[in-house]
């Protein structure tokens, strides 16, 4: 009989094995089962209002950008509508602001200078004045020197340095048609490109100008038993702009100014508002907020907590899939029936890999849209993701545990004792991801965490990826892994692959 045909026998005999013992079966659907059940559980629990004086109302929605994702568009604007095509230039000589401190005296307010690392000012050209519509923009920042942004999620940088007016900067941003490019220069006379992009669709008339924006400093704390505590205190930037010059079909020199998403009070007085001023040719422009990515809601993969319980319960029975043949004395028939016995254990770790994989599925396939649902009907924000996104999140749980019961099964043959082995995959898997995502340890050690050992697959749940030019607390604890989804996930199944192939060289050179 020929190799193809004598592995699909052994398949065959594997999957009538499992199948046939029922405790298994049920197993299985319990792992499945706890991973719907807990997730929606979860969501049910989970509640969102916002306070509107004396009473709660549901939050409002972020924007979203022109590419589908949730977006931060809050700055104070100084500008005037462009016809075509033109350009503005400007010289940056100042970025001073200050950030609030916790209040020692009741009603006393406290505030220190200072510019948050991501502060924000330069010039910027909008398709209208809709939060979340297209832009591009070049701009100085607080820590990150110059740097050209366009739709929220795009960055490239240009000069490092600060500013100041000893060392100014110049900046211009030129329109030419759908085409927007940035320049630097130190002196006015001898300029750099930053970057070139194209904004598709941009209206003929759109609105260019000057901005400054800066967002929330993020003091992030460990807690005494564990956890993390986050302070996002607030922040303001000052930007002092002069040899301002525009060319183009523009108003001349009717500048309009907007507080561009300012939050307002219950009296629909505007808090924390920007300002500007104007003094012959320089103009000072202070702002609050950001004009990024927005990251603060739930995520799909929320709705996933029941992983850590279906994954002992797949761990369990991939163990027993193999330890109960060495238990029962079984395990000489099914060598007897195939001398090679490297191909009856790739056999079982195919069925279990198969097995598991459809019960995840399933059970994803259940959990994320029905948990998102109800979350929304609670009245949280569900952080928008692309349909493959999605489709990743979701095939990715099932694979993730497949991958763990693969490994969970290769520890079963090594040790041939199921105890030993349902320990073992515990330690490796479960341990490392509680200790990296609980905030037992410092960021840096976490990453490390789930960068090295099998945890590191968790990562292929992550739908919102981290965006290095924005300020967030990226870390396991809160969601964010150091490695990419499918590379995470590509770390599990070497540990399994590698655990396989160590079982069978055992299971060729001992007594079954």
Request: glycine share 12%; hydrophobic share 45%.
């Amino acid at each position: 009989m020929s190799g193809r045909h004598g592995f699909t026998r052994l398949l065959r005999a594997e999957w009538t094995k499992f199948r046939t013992v029922l405790g298994w079966v049920i197993t299985m659907g319990v792992a499945a089962a706890a991973v719907v059940l807990l997730g929606l559980f979860s969501a049910s629990g989970s509640h969102a209002s916002c306070g509107a004086g004396p009473v709660e109302i549901d939050c409002p929605e972020p924007s979203l950008g022109p590419e589908g994702q949730a977006v931060s568009d809050k700055f104070f604007f100084v500008h005037q509508p462009l016809q075509g095509d033109g350009s503005i230039t400007v010289r940056v000589t100042s970025m001073t602001g200050q950030i609030r401190l916790p209040d020692l005296t009741p009603g006393v307010r406290r505030v220190a200078p200072g510019v948050v690392p991501w502060a924000k000012a330069g010039v910027i050209v909008k398709d209208g004045m809709r939060q979340g519509s297209a832009y591009a923009a070049l701009m100085v920042t607080g820590r990150h020197g110059v740097r050209m942004q366009h739709n929220y999620t795009h960055d490239v940088a240009g000069r490092p340095g600060g500013v100041s007016k000893k060392d100014p900067r110049w900046l211009r941003l030129t329109r030419s048609g759908d085409t927007l490019t940035g320049d630097e220069s130190a002196d006015g006379r001898r300029w750099s490109t930053v970057g070139t992009v194209r904004l598709a669709g941009l209206s003929d008339t759109v609105e260019i100008g000057l901005f400054a924006t800066s967002p929330c400093d993020l003091l992030v704390k460990q807690g005494d038993f564990g956890g993390s505590i986050g302070q996002c205190r607030f922040t303001e930037a000052t930007a002092d702009f002069d040899q301002v010059s525009l060319q183009g079909r523009t108003s001349g020199d009717a500048w309009r100014q907007d507080d561009v998403g300012v939050t307002e009070a219950p009296d629909g007085s505007p808090h924390h508002p920007g300002r500007f001023e104007r003094s012959g040719g320089t103009f000072t422009v202070t702002g609050v907020g950001d004009i990024a990515p927005h990251v603060e809601g739930e995520s799909i993969e929320s709705t996933l907590t029941g992983v850590l319980a279906g994954l002992v319960v797949v761990v369990v029975v991939a163990v027993l899939f193999v330890t109960a043949e060495y238990r029962r004395g079984l395990i000489r028939t099914t060598l007897l029936a195939s001398p090679r016995r490297g191909r009856a254990l790739a056999a079982k770790a195919v069925v279990i890999a198969a097995v598991t994989f459809v019960t995840g599925l399933a059970a994803a396939c259940v959990v994320v849209p029905v948990g998102t649902r109800i979350l929304r009907a609670n009245g949280n924000y569900i952080l928008p993701v692309s349909l493959l996104t999605e489709v990743r999140v979701v095939v990715g749980f099932a694979a993730l545990l497949a991958a763990a019961a693969v490994l969970a099964l290769a520890l079963g043959a090594l040790f041939r004792r199921g105890a030993a082995a349902v320990a073992a995959a515990i330690a490796l898997i479960l341990v490392p991801y509680l200790l990296a995502t609980t905030s037992v340890l410092p960021v840096g050690a976490a990453q490390w965490l789930v960068r090295l050992t099998p945890a590191a697959g968790f990562a292929i749940q992550q739908s919102i990826p981290e965006y290095p030019y924005m300020t967030g607390h990226y870390a396991p604890s809160a969601g964010y892994y150091p490695l990419p989804p499918w590379g995470g996930l590509a770390v599990t199944c070497a540990y399994a692959a590698i655990a396989l192939a160590a079982a069978i060289v055992l299971l060729r050179r001992r007594d079954a």
